[in-house]
């Protein structure tokens, strides 16, 4: 596997008012956008649109609205680290939510470490109230199967849950240990 850390780091910085839309963007957002073929995510595609459009999952939405609402409540710099992976590359980040005035919000993303996957894979997330094979967490991004948290490797090496020719579909969650781990690190009872 390769591994990147340094001058390929991804640091994104968005700001939300209190609606929680997106009313500004970090300089090199639209490039970067572009490099990772990701032309959805284009300035013009984001500015003024609900944070809510673009985070994927019930239970990451709740996770993240409450973290952005306490960080407003209280006045504190709240910051947690997730995995970002794409499904190429396995990613390692740290987000940083910064309250600001009349209840602004300006979430940073910082890539801590990126490696290469030996195998691309994908993911499509399930229209609720279907219940998937497979539950993914929206921040650790280990995978529950039958009752057991996997890792992506250990799936792969474990079972044949996950195809190749097609995507995968995924239930979203947030694993106890994420929320365990959340609760530590960001004093915020979840």
């Known amino acids: ?52 459009d673009f985070v994927q999952g019930g239970a990451t939405q709740q996770l993240y609205d409450m973290l952005i609402q306490e960080s407003r409540r209280t006045g504190r710099k709240l910051a947690f680290n997730y995995r970002g992976d794409s499904p190429g590359a396995i990613r390692y980040m740290r987000m940083t939510l910064l309250p600001g005035y009349q209840g602004m919000v300006r979430l940073r993303s910082e890539l801590l470490h990126e490696q290469s996957r030996q195998r691309a894979v994908y993911f499509t997330h399930a229209a609720y109230p279907c219940r998937p094979e497979l539950l993914q967490c929206g921040l650790c991004n280990r995978l529950e199967h039958n009752g057991r948290w996997y890792t992506l490797d250990d799936l792969l090496r474990l079972t044949d849950v996950i195809d190749d020719l097609m995507p995968t579909e995924v239930g979203d969650t947030v694993c106890d240990g994420c929320v365990t781990r959340i609760e530590i690190v960001t004093g915020v009872r979840l």
């Open 1 to 52: 596997m390769v591994s990147r850390t340094g001058s390929c780091r991804i640091n994104l910085d968005y700001l939300l008012d209190r609606a929680d839309r997106v009313t500004k963007l970090c300089p090199h957002w639209s490039e970067l956008a572009r490099q990772r073929m990701a032309l959805c995510l284009d300035e013009e595609m984001v500015l003024g649109r609900s944070l809510w």
